[in-house]
């Protein structure tokens, strides 16, 4: 090998213990290409410009007058002076460093703006141009001339268990040349001084000129004509290792990265994955309103598009891709032995995908699961600041924190800096802070930091602030990712972020679900530590109580012995939010806006339609098509969210056992659903009337009842959840509760099935006639619903027990 070979290595020469010569993207990258291609897993070819090559760069003398068009950076003048007269890069950057402070954002700025510039400004080694050159020539013999490349820093000290560096140094994508190449290496290695990366690894105890930075060249993968994104082998948010979280969105994966978009995302889950079952247990359909492409634009070499409307409304990557993303993931964790934050690259030529990089999760190898902490709340209050309009913003919640402060509202991180050495100017000149009013002031520690988006170089800031709010972004973004390991509350993709009031108070809950709610005005809020001993056996058999799917993946690391009881509701007026026979009858609802005939199909229902203003009937029609448009049945919705719904739960508590009551809402609550009203009657006392069992048995009812069957059957036969339970609600007699288990057998999902069922006692026929219940239905057990119970024996509305001049409750003798 000859002495400019010495400063490469291809990716078939490294792996994950040759960090120190390579990075840690480097390092990774050669230990899947050299281990994991034989099982699936595609890595791009390339090879890493090593960190001797880096030695011989920032080693070699320099001239003085090499960096007379250095420019002076605020404040720095000194400093500049005293790194021009050093003899070598090496010595430069020392003395620009000397004393930083990443409290003092302007020192720290002007320091690492001196820097960056004097590295651009140092001549480039014959033998790394030499060594790089030789490389290039060779993946332009592998993939044909010209061949575009990405040009990715990868330092000695990232990508570590204990630090991701994620997002610090810089990166340059669809690259040509050698000169080019040799160009975009040297600006990699300016990023090595980012302001963000200095101050992160100061506030880590390691010394920024203690790490060395290797440069991967590698080919890139044509995402700019498919799709990428990330995806990591353990759910972000809880740190549960049950599922594989995979983020997706049109184009180049900057953005995804970035958090500038709101992607797709799936969640799959890994038993099911093993057993070759469909697995993707959960979906969100991402706005992905803009990508990333190549630009054929000199100066730069991407650009950014907007996406049609037709494909934003369609999943960015089709479920086989979804499922070989997640197969991968899988190996690359099993390999590595621990949870991995990977990303990837599907090629619009080949339509194949690709892994470009994969490192340690880092914030929940950290935390142990031995305490809980749990905000609050009252509920009260939440019920309170919703109903009174005080609702400001809402976006997705990250983690599950509650922060309150004085919004400070930035376009970007230049007006930030702006700001402080205006403030800056204002002390020199002898006027003291608190004669400052507090609108004029800078961002301080406890405020609530609201932005467009958010890059590395705001973490300095984001540390410090109660809560942090984002226009953009999702749930891998890098306000979500900052936020986590921080561990402060943030709301992202929240599109009125940037009409918060400026210096007033709000509030910011990611504590009510999948769901962050910014409300005006600062409030009460407490903070639960629960220690959990998780090997600790419980006497007493615990299940919980779930209500938002969402919460499920959190919820599951409580020593429980599984889900006492999973109401679909929360499903159906969350995830659904449309009457179930709005859905079915969709085509007749159209036809009858047409031409005002009620079809046979309607005639039930004659009554709702002439009462209903057509309107309303024309505006939830139009919400349907605008919400199922991708289904040519729009019954397809409902399945889908159901199932994923359930799924999610029982994946999240897997093996634990799941008992999900089947629907129970009463008329009432039904009419509240879009396209309600048309179907459903006006009773005087819905708690008694029409609901559970008798609904699915109803003509006009069981197809509905048909599309939850459906649900639960993929949940158990598609997913291959066994651990699924089902209860039915209020089952007047055991003739209904036989009919009902009969409709369930029809889908699959009955006990003889496999699928235990449960009645809700909340009827005295439930307790009289017991014995007949649990023969007829083929019971695997019951639960109690006392508040019913309570109703029905005493023959008091539950709606009214609050004025019922002798109050009864469950206590009561006869309960």
Same mark, same amino acid.
């Given at each position: 090998?000859?002495?400019?070979?010495?400063? *490469?290595?291809?990716?078939d020469e490294v792996g994950k213990d040759d960090a120190g010569l390579v990075g840690g993207k480097g390092a990774s990258l050669g230990e899947?290409?050299?281990?994991?291609?034989?099982?699936?897993?595609?890595?791009?070819?390339?090879?890493?410009?090593?960190?001797?090559?880096?030695?011989?760069?920032?080693?070699?003398?320099?001239?003085?007058?090499?960096?007379?068009?250095?420019?002076?950076?605020?404040?720095?003048?000194?400093?500049?002076?005293?790194?021009?007269?050093?003899?070598?890069? #090496?010595? #430069?950057?020392?003395?620009?460093? #000397?004393?930083?402070?990443?409290?003092?954002?302007?020192?720290?700025?002007?320091?690492?703006?001196?820097?960056?510039?004097?590295?651009?400004?140092?001549?480039?080694?014959?033998?790394?141009?030499?060594?790089? %050159?030789?490389?290039?020539?060779?993946?332009?013999?592998?993939?044909?001339?010209?061949?575009?490349?990405?040009?990715?820093?990868?330092?000695?000290?990232?990508?570590?268990?204990?630090?991701?560096?994620?997002?610090?140094?810089?990166?340059?994508?669809?690259?040509?040349?050698?000169?080019?190449?040799?160009?975009?290496?040297?600006?990699?290695?300016?990023?090595?001084?980012?302001?963000?990366?200095?101050?992160?690894?100061?506030?880590?105890?390691?010394?920024?000129?203690?790490?060395?930075?290797?440069?991967?060249?590698?080919?890139?993968?044509?995402?700019?004509?498919?799709?990428?994104?990330?995806?990591?082998?353990?759910?972000?948010?809880?740190?549960?290792?049950?599922?594989?979280?995979?983020?997706?969105?049109?184009?180049?994966?900057?953005?995804?990265?970035?958090? =500038?978009?709101?992607?797709?995302?799936?969640?799959?889950?890994?038993?099911?994955?093993?057993?070759?079952?469909?697995?993707?247990?959960?979906?969100?359909?991402?706005?992905?309103?803009?990508?990333?492409?190549?630009?054929?634009?000199?100066?730069?070499?991407?650009?950014?598009?907007?996406?049609?409307? @037709?494909?934003?409304?369609?999943?960015?990557?089709?479920?086989?891709?979804?499922?070989h993303l997640a197969e991968m993931a899988l190996n690359i964790e099993e390999h590595y032995g621990a949870p991995m934050d990977i990303e990837?690259?599907?090629?619009?030529?080949?339509?194949?995908?690709?892994?470009?990089?994969?490192?340690?999760?880092?914030?929940?190898?950290?935390?142990?699961?031995?305490?809980?902490?749990?905000?609050?709340?009252?509920?009260?209050?939440?019920?309170?600041? @919703?109903?009174?309009?005080?609702?400001?913003?809402?976006?997705?919640?990250?983690?599950?924190?509650?922060?309150?402060?004085?919004?400070?509202?930035?376009?970007?991180?230049?007006?930030?800096?702006?700001?402080?050495?205006?403030?800056?100017?204002?002390?020199?000149?002898?006027? @003291?802070?608190?004669?400052?009013?507090?609108?004029?002031?800078?961002?301080?520690?406890?405020?609530?930091?609201?932005?467009?988006?958010?890059?590395?170089?705001?973490?300095?800031?984001?540390?410090?602030?109660?809560?942090?709010?984002?226009?953009?972004?999702?749930?891998?973004?890098?306000?979500?990712?900052?936020?986590?390991?921080?561990?402060?509350?943030?709301?992202?993709?929240?599109?009125?972020?940037?009409?918060?009031?400026?210096?007033?108070?709000?509030?910011?809950?990611?504590?009510?679900?999948?769901?962050?709610?910014?409300?005006?005005?600062?409030?009460?809020?407490?903070?639960?530590?629960?220690?959990?001993?998780?090997?600790?056996?419980?006497?007493?058999?615990?299940?919980?109580?779930?209500?938002?799917?969402?919460?499920?993946?959190?919820?599951?690391?409580?020593?429980?012995?599984?889900?006492?009881?999973?109401?679909?509701?929360?499903?159906?007026?969350?995830?659904?939010?449309?009457?179930?026979?709005?859905?079915?009858?969709?085509?007749?609802?159209?036809?009858?806006?047409?031409?005002?005939?009620?079809?046979?199909?309607?005639?039930?229902?004659?009554?709702?339609?002439?009462?209903?203003?057509?309107?309303?009937?024309? %505006?939830?029609?139009?919400?349907?098509?605008?919400?199922?448009?991708?289904?040519?049945?729009?019954?397809?919705?409902?399945?889908?969210?159901?199932?994923?719904?359930?799924?999610?739960?029982?994946?999240?508590?897997?093996?634990?056992? *799941?008992?999900?009551?089947?629907?129970?809402?009463?008329?009432?609550?039904?009419?509240?659903?879009?396209?309600?009203?048309?179907?459903?009657?006006?009773?005087?006392?819905?708690?008694?009337?029409?609901?559970?069992? =008798?609904?699915?048995?109803?003509?006009?009812?069981?197809?509905?009842?048909?599309?939850?069957?459906?649900?639960?059957?993929? *949940?158990?036969?598609?997913?291959?959840?066994?651990?699924?339970?089902?209860?039915?609600?209020?089952?007047?007699?055991?003739?209904?509760?036989?009919?009902?288990?009969?409709?369930?057998?029809?889908?699959?999902?009955?006990?003889?099935?496999?699928?235990?069922?449960?009645?809700?006692?909340?009827?005295?026929?439930?307790?009289?006639?017991?014995?007949?219940?649990?023969?007829?239905?083929?019971?695997?057990?019951?639960?109690?619903?006392?508040?019913?119970?309570?109703?029905?024996?005493?023959?008091?509305?539950?709606?009214?027990?609050?004025?019922?001049?002798?109050?009864?409750?469950?206590?009561?003798?006869?309960?």
């Open positions: 090998m000859s002495e400019k070979c010495e400063l *490469v290595q291809w990716f899947m290409y050299r281990n994991l291609c034989d099982c699936g897993v595609l890595i791009p070819n390339g090879f890493n410009v090593n960190v001797e090559a880096y030695a011989l760069f920032v080693d070699a003398d320099v001239t003085p007058s090499t960096w007379d068009n250095v420019a002076e950076p605020a404040g720095m003048a000194d400093v500049r002076t005293a790194a021009l007269e050093s003899g070598t890069l #090496a010595d #430069a950057l020392e003395v620009c460093l #000397a004393d930083a402070d990443p409290s003092d954002h302007l020192d720290m700025h002007g320091r690492a703006a001196l820097a960056r510039a004097l590295v651009l400004q140092t001549p480039i080694p014959d033998e790394v141009r030499a060594a790089v %050159a030789e490389g290039y020539a060779r993946l332009c013999d592998e993939y044909g001339q010209g061949v575009d490349v990405a040009v990715r820093s990868s330092a000695t000290t990232e990508d570590s268990a204990e630090a991701s560096f994620a997002g610090q140094y810089d990166s340059y994508l669809n690259v040509h040349g050698v000169d080019s190449v040799v160009e975009h290496w040297r600006r990699c290695v300016a990023s090595l001084f980012n302001e963000r990366a200095i101050c992160y690894q100061l506030e880590k105890g390691l010394d920024p000129l203690a790490s060395a930075l290797s440069v991967v060249v590698m080919k890139m993968v044509r995402s700019d004509l498919a799709a990428s994104g990330v995806m990591f082998s353990i759910d972000p948010d809880s740190g549960h290792r049950g599922v594989i979280h995979i983020a997706s969105a049109y184009g180049l994966g900057e953005l995804v990265v970035q958090g =500038s978009i709101s992607p797709d995302t799936f969640t799959v889950w890994k038993e099911g994955l093993r057993r070759g079952n469909f697995a993707i247990v959960h979906r969100h359909l991402g706005s992905k309103d803009r990508r990333m492409v190549y630009s054929d634009d000199e100066v730069q070499d991407t650009r950014i598009d907007e996406v049609p409307l @037709k494909e934003r409304r369609a999943w960015s990557i089709k479920t086989l891709e979804c499922r990837w690259a599907k090629d619009g030529v080949t339509n194949e995908l690709y892994i470009v990089q994969a490192r340690p999760e880092t914030v929940h190898a950290r935390n142990g699961q031995a305490k809980l902490e749990r905000y609050m709340m009252a509920p009260e209050l939440i019920a309170s600041l @919703k109903s009174s309009g005080k609702v400001l913003a809402t976006g997705q919640a990250v983690g599950k924190r509650i922060g309150s402060g004085k919004v400070r509202l930035y376009k970007n991180y230049e007006e930030v800096l702006e700001r402080r050495r205006a403030m800056k100017d204002r002390i020199a000149d002898g006027v @003291k802070l608190d004669e400052i009013p507090e609108a004029e002031r800078v961002f301080e520690e406890g405020d609530v930091l609201v932005t467009g988006m958010t890059t590395p170089d705001w973490e300095p800031m984001m540390k410090l602030a109660s809560l942090i709010v984002t226009r953009k972004g999702g749930r891998t973004s890098h306000a979500a990712i900052i936020a986590r390991e921080f561990g402060i509350p943030a709301v992202v993709g929240c599109s009125e972020a940037l009409d918060l009031p400026m210096h007033e108070p709000v509030t910011g809950s990611c504590a009510e679900g999948d769901t962050g709610w910014i409300y005006a005005g600062e409030h009460p809020f407490e903070i639960e530590q629960i220690e959990v001993d998780t090997d600790m056996e419980l006497h007493t058999k615990i299940k919980l109580n779930v209500g938002f799917p969402t919460k499920s993946l959190a919820d599951s690391h409580l020593p429980v012995d599984g889900v006492g009881l999973a109401r679909i509701e929360f499903v159906l007026s969350s995830e659904v939010r449309i009457h179930p026979l709005a859905l079915v009858h969709h085509e007749d609802l159209k036809k009858y806006l047409e031409t005002g005939v009620v079809s046979q199909a309607l005639s039930p229902y004659a009554e709702g339609l002439e009462r209903e203003d057509e309107s309303v009937i024309r %505006a939830s029609v139009d919400e349907v098509e605008r919400r199922a448009w991708s289904y040519e049945d729009k019954r397809g919705l409902f399945i889908d969210k159901l199932r994923e719904g359930v799924g999610l739960i029982c994946a999240a508590f897997h093996p634990r056992p *799941v008992l999900v009551r089947l629907s129970d809402f009463k008329s009432n609550e039904y009419r509240e659903l879009l396209g309600g009203r048309v179907f459903e009657p006006y009773e005087e006392n819905p708690m008694i009337a029409w609901r559970g069992a =008798s609904r699915y048995l109803d003509d006009q009812f069981r197809p509905a009842f048909e599309m939850e069957c459906k649900a639960m059957a993929s *949940v158990v036969h598609d997913f291959g959840l066994d651990n699924l339970q089902l209860m039915i609600p209020f089952c007047r007699s055991p003739e209904e509760g036989e009919a009902v288990k009969d409709v369930l057998s029809e889908f699959n999902i009955g006990p003889k099935d496999g699928v235990p069922l449960f009645v809700m006692v909340e009827l005295p026929s439930n307790v009289i006639d017991a014995e007949a219940f649990i023969e007829k239905m083929e019971l695997h057990g019951g639960s109690i619903g006392s508040n019913d119970l309570v109703q029905t024996v005493y023959a008091v509305s539950r709606d009214d027990l609050e004025n019922y001049q002798h109050p009864v409750d469950a206590r009561s003798p006869a309960v």
